[in-house]
């Protein structure tokens, strides 16, 4: 990685660290990973089941404690950050899409992009043209007004999607984003993201199984033993 992109990193890791009890044993599920994506990358996490991507994606998204070594978003310490700080680090540079989409049942696909820009302080006449745009460029401008369970599993994740890049956040974070599609549609929905957030000019780190899409990305790490190589 040249030099202009360590400047600007979106998240750097240093000697990150997470361990678990499991029936009074103690696993060591992360031992040290050091990480740092810069602005507009993309990355690929790729590791076995239970090698600990979602852990790593955790402490990233600043959304648990108990993690060793310094977590650094967008040149904020966020380990030494208390809650309320962390919040809007959260806010103001990350999105977020996971495995099962997560939108709020009772809201159309729209809404579900508006409602996190209002939270953000956005003006609801500029929200809502923010996700007419993000929804009619993953294809869903003809299903704006349908409520997730009038929408097939592939809308679904697109809406959640929209939603993650709705605050255009530096870094999106994604936890086997089509991890429950079938790989055909896995395939579709996972190239929109990508180019989706290409275009948008995120960063993003994406958990995935999918080693072809990977390839696609502009880096792979590999999680084994606890550590990225
Ligand atoms: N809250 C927890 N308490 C105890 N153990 C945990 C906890 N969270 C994760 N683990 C353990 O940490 C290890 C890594 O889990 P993690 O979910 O991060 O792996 P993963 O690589 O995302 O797996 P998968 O690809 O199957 O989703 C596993 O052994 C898991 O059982």
Redesign the pocket.
């Known amino acids: 990685m040249n030099r202009s992109l360590i400047s600007q990193a979106v998240v750097e890791l240093r000697g990150l660290t997470r361990s678990?009890e499991?029936g009074g044993v103690r696993?060591d599920?992360l031992r040290g990973v050091n990480l740092s994506i810069g602005a507009g990358e993309i990355v690929a996490l790729l590791?076995p089941?239970?090698?600990?991507?979602?852990?790593?994606l955790q402490a990233v998204g600043l959304l648990e404690g108990g993690f060793g070594g310094e977590i650094v978003i967008a040149g904020h310490a966020a380990e030494k950050s208390n809650a309320q700080a962390r919040t809007e680090l959260r806010r103001d540079h990350l999105g977020f899409v996971y495995q099962f989409h997560h939108l709020l049942p009772d809201f159309d696909a729209r809404e579900n992009v508006v409602l996190p820009q209002l939270v953000a302080g956005k003006p609801r006449d500029e929200a809502e043209r923010r996700a007419e745009e993000l929804l009619t460029e993953l294809g869903l401008g003809e299903r704006m007004t349908h409520r997730p369970s009038k929408l097939s599993g592939g809308e679904q994740q697109r809406v959640a999607v929209a939603r993650g890049l709705a605050n255009r956040p530096k870094l999106l974070l994604a936890d086997?984003p089509t991890g429950n599609l079938d790989e055909a549609t896995s395939g579709r929905v996972l190239e929109q993201l990508l180019s989706l957030v290409r275009e948008e000019g995120s960063a993003a780190l994406i958990?995935t199984?999918n080693e072809r899409l990977a390839q696609r990305m502009d880096r792979i790490v590999r999680?084994h033993d606890g550590v990225l190589e």
């Open positions: 678990f499991q696993i599920v590791g089941s239970g090698s600990g991507k979602s852990t790593l086997e958990a199984h999680l």
